[in-house]
């Protein structure tokens, strides 16, 4: 059962790589496919790749990505106990001078790569799933889901793993500009991830 997660999750990667079912891939420097292993308990969906994500090729490894690991090791989380991959596959950007400006995935594109969460979903198996911010959310769960109002809870029965919930993006944590926001926004963080941790145990 284990290597047939591994092969269907390593057949979605490989023809992901040559995904053009939006625009995105134009300006893209590769896809960025989730990374973790077929039947992790544990799957956080993001929003899309960052500029570092997008030449690096790996979901998380930027500023936002250290945001993440920190808030999952204060919650008592292993990285390594999670799939990590993102909605959007390709980096959507505008270019502010020597700067590749992040911009937000629109319906369309979130739609485009929904095959590939859906193909992530399907092999990885993970018991509970945590969309980090509300693109990611909406993908999961539709376009009327207000993360405002259902932060952190346990979304059971939607269909798509025993538990789903969502809380901020991390990468929101790191724009709050005054040091008190930032760390209130990021013990908020830490509490929705503990709430996983606690479906987990």
């Known amino acids: 059962m284990a290597n047939d997660r591994a092969v269907a999750l390593e057949d979605a990667r490989r023809r992901a790589e040559g995904c053009q079912a939006c625009e995105l891939w134009r300006n893209a420097t590769q896809t960025v496919f989730g990374e973790g292993r077929p039947g992790a308990p544990l799957m956080l969906v993001g929003e899309q790749p960052g500029d570092r994500e997008d030449l690096a090729g790996h979901p998380f490894v930027g500023p ?17 106990d999670a799939y990590v991959t993102n909605a959007v596959k ?3 950007w505008t270019a502010r001078g020597k700067r ?8 369309q594109e979130v739609t485009a ?3 590939w969460l859906a193909a992530e979903l399907a092999a990885v198996g993970p018991e509970v799933v945590v969309a980090l911010g509300a693109t990611a959310a909406q ?8 993360l405002t109002q259902h932060r952190g809870e ?11 919930l969502a809380t901020a993006h991390p990468s929101s944590v790191l724009r709050v500009p005054d040091p008190a926001g930032r760390a209130e926004a990021r013990a908020a963080l ?12």
């Open 64 to 80: 936002a990505g250290r945001v993440l690991d920190e808030a999952l090791a204060e919650a008592g989380i292993e990285r390594e």
């Open 90 to 92: 390709h980096f959507k």
């Open 100 to 107: 590749r400006i992040h911009g937000k995935p629109n319906r």
């Open 113 to 115: 790569c929904r095959p």
């Open 139 to 146: 993908a999961l769960l539709g376009p009327a889901f207000r």
């Open 154 to 164: 346990d979304l059971a029965g939607t269909g798509i793993a025993p538990h789903v």
């Open 190 to 201: 830490v509490a929705d991830l503990a709430v996983a941790a606690r479906l987990l145990a």
